[in-house]
């Protein structure tokens, strides 16, 4: 199936920048070549270690990824960055300010990074980030951090499309159990209390060992003795993951070596015990049932006569039909 | 098409808390019946006022939503919230400490709370958001205030969802430009920003606006001066609206009934220009595109031999076919 970006396959897989910027705009403008790039890129990915990190606004990820992005280098490891913003339809927008700090990176090709948003079409960005990470990957990127603003369905993606995902936390950001949710201990392998050099850290640490299980909730006066009583976070004996919980201030450095040897840690963890590939499977199911998804309503609508669709529609707002007896008929016709 | 379900409809319709939570539950189950329940319900929906409430953790928007619905029950109208939080996996987890705020209002029949959370299937939250508001809606709640934990994803779908949304904001969140993110811009019909009476409230109101285009940035020690200079929030004379900026403290119920009147004042403008429709319109699509998506896929496995798709993700992640090709080959086998 020959194409016109087919060309850049050969200048991507050689490492040319150029080519690698270009393929990745292909894909976010969802050229019509971009899937036979994709299916042409694919048997070249598998490699990269995909590392997922997200947390609430304010709370520094964007320094740490840079931070973590550095420490990565100078371990000699090259690595990809994808800014993923689903809360901005301006590509590089909100994020591009983050980006700036990275200046000093800039002239190392061992390096690449990409701010990602919605666009217009927001369902579509999720199923992007998938395909820039491949892309990244064929591109020969050993480690990629993805970064997503904000806690929600966005994060929960991100995990879905990760190795190893890093929720990052801060001290003082309002109620932290509010802001720290249950449904982070699903989804974190890692967890960072950034600012850890502000009042409040180690409350912010006691509220996630709590979560975990692992410290009682304060009462009174009493304090919790954090330390030796604690099983040590890491793999477990029974073959679990317990997630540590590592403090950094990102602007400094501190702390982000032992996140990245962590990480590392928990690659590790993941391949000794078959974990890595079942996290590939997941990654592949979710990437294929978007597609289906996506194909098969266009598909669909293919299929309908032009307007009708709209007619559907106009008969919801008007209740003369419900969606889901619309849906059933809409499905009828198409057949 | 008799099913047990049904024979709550009746009772649903007459007023019934229990026929109201029982079909809610039955709704969030999934159960076989649900799509019957809601084609019953359709035809009495379509009076709500559909209000949906963002914010970041930390912004105190829970509260706020206590406050408004004890303002709309002042005001005499029934009112139910749906408190949605797309990261805990537990259906009423971390919201139900907010919930408990709501004890005054537990013995009232004009009011309905209800939490909702993931269950495990991420994906189905905003249909189950949306089937939820129908039933509340045809149970004769006149205003649903749909309120939803996070940014990202999940507040646009929330936007999809309701006629006005309104995004809460609060000083001290960290960076502020960082925190507010442009695409707030393109979803508020307003702007609450709580916590009013905390440092830094002036300045949130300020970043809002200079986001509106209002205000200029703030250079060295030079002063902006909000006021008589700016356009006045609400109606345009082009037809538009521009979002009012309400300050509120929710804690001491500051600022509520304002904001309770501009959200009617939004309501009215929507109603004036046809706006109205075309976000029932909206919300129609949005709702039947989400229905027909899992429909295919639901028939599309279904038509499939059982094992195929798990045999083409063990491809995938082998690396044998590629993700877009292997959806090709199963949506052929399937016709």
Do not use: C
């Not at 990809?80 to 200046?103: C, E, K, N, Q, W």
């Not at 949710?181 to 850290?201: Q, S, T, Y």
């Not at 997941?282 to 709209?310: G, N």
């Amino acid at each position: 199936m020959p194409s016109p970006g087919a060309s850049l396959i050969p200048d991507l897989l050689a490492g040319s920048r150029r080519a690698l910027a270009q393929t990745i705009s292909a894909i976010e403008d969802g050229v019509v070549e971009a899937p036979a790039l994709l299916s042409a890129l694919y048997p070249h990915t598998g490699r990269a270690h995909v590392i997922g990190v997200t947390g609430a606004p304010g709370t520094g990820k964007s320094t740490l990824v840079n931070a973590l992005a550095k420490a990565y280098r100078a371990a000699g490891k090259t690595v990809g960055v994808i800014a993923v913003d689903p809360t901005s339809p301006f590509s590089g927008g909100a994020l591009l300010g983050d980006r700036v700090r990275m200046r000093d990176l800039a002239g190392d090709p061992g390096i690449f990074i990409r701010s990602m948003a919605t666009r217009g079409s927001l369902g579509g960005l999720a199923r992007a980030t998938a395909d820039v990470i491949s892309v990244l990957d064929a591109a020969g990127f050993e480690r990629i951090l993805v970064e997503t603003v904000g806690v929600g369905q966005a994060e929960v993606d991100i995990a879905s499309a990760a190795h190893t995902t890093l929720v990052v936390e801060a001290p003082g950001l309002g109620d932290e159990v509010q802001a720290i949710k249950a449904g982070v201990l699903e989804i974190a392998d890692l967890f960072a209390v950034n600012k850890a050099d502000r009042e409040g850290a180690d409350r912010t640490v006691l509220v996630l060992q709590m979560m975990q299980g692992l410290a009682p909730a304060p009462t009174g006066h009493h304090r919790a003795t954090a330390g030796s009583a604690l099983p040590q976070p890491g793999p477990q004996e029974d073959g679990s993951w317990l997630p540590p919980i590592l403090k950094t201030v990102a602007t400094r450095g501190d702390g982000v070596e032992a996140l990245r040897e962590w990480i590392e840690r928990h690659a590790a963890y993941l391949r000794a015990l078959d974990g890595w590939s079942r996290r590939e499977a997941a990654r592949a199911a979710t990437e294929l049932e978007r597609i289906l998804r996506d194909r098969l309503l266009a598909h669909l609508l293919a299929a309908l006569p032009a307007d009708r669709l709209a007619q559907m529609v106009t008969a919801i707002v008007r209740r003369e039909i419900d969606p889901y007896t619309a849906a059933e008929q809409l499905l009828t016709q198409a057949v």
